[in-house]
C-alpha cells in the first residue's frame, strides 16, 4: 500500500522524487517507495542520504522505512560502505508485501549491522521505528 493512499499522509513534512522513487519525510523517519526496477547500490544510496541531511542536517537520529511497493534489487555488500561512512540510522524497517521481498529482507539482515526488522504493513513499521527512536533519544540524554 503506498503510503500516500493512508491516512499518514497527513504527517509527511515533505516529499522528495527521484529517477530512484519517492521519499517520505516524517518528523524522525523517512519512508522511500523505490520504482520497479532500479538497483540500489552505494551510488543511489548517496541520494537518499544527500536528501536526508539536507533536510535533517549533519548526523540525524532517524530510522528508515522500506516501503516495497514495487521490485527492486539492492545491492547488501554496498551497506559496508554506508558503515565505514560514520552513517548511521536508529534503526531499518522493510515492509513487504510478497515472498520474494521478504527472502531480499533476510538477505540484507545477513548485512546490515543494526536494528533491522521486518513488517507486513507501514503501521507495525512505524510503531516500531518510533519506539526504537523514542529508546535512542531517551539513551541519549
Known amino acids: 500500500m ?3 493512499e493512508t491516512n499518514l499522509n497527513n504527517f509527511i513534512e515533505d516529499t522528495h522524487t527521484s529517477k530512484n522513487g519517492t521519499f517520505y519525510f516524517f518528523k524522525d523517519f523517512i519512508v ?3 520504482n520497479q526496477g532500479v538497483i540500489i547500490n552505494w551510488e543511489t544510496a548517496q541520494e537518499i ?3 536526508a541531511t539536507d533536510y535533517y542536517g549533519e548526523n540525524p537520529q532517524i530510522c528508515y522505512i522500506s516501503n516495497r511497493i514495487n521490485p ?3 545491492n547488501p555488500i554496498d551497506w559496508n560502505i554506508f558503515f565505514k561512512s560514520g552513517k548511521r540510522l536508529n534503526g531499518y524497517a522493510i515492509v513487504s508485501y510478497t515472498e520474494n521481498g521478504w527472502l531480499n529482507a533476510l538477505i540484507e539482515k545477513l548485512f546490515y549491522n543494526a536494528k533491522i526488522a ?3 504493513n507501514l503501521f507495525e513499521a512505524i510503531s516500531w ?3 526504537i527512536n523514542y529508546n535512542a533519544t531517551k ?3
Request: proline share 0%; no cysteine.
Open 49 to 51: 542520504i544527500n536528501m
Open 129 to 131: 521505528v518510533k519506539e
Open 72 to 74: 527492486y534489487s539492492i
Open 118 to 120: 521486518r513488517f507486513k
Open 32 to 34: 522511500s517507495e523505490i
Open 2 to 4: 503506498k503510503i500516500i
Open 139 to 141: 539513551n541519549n540524554t
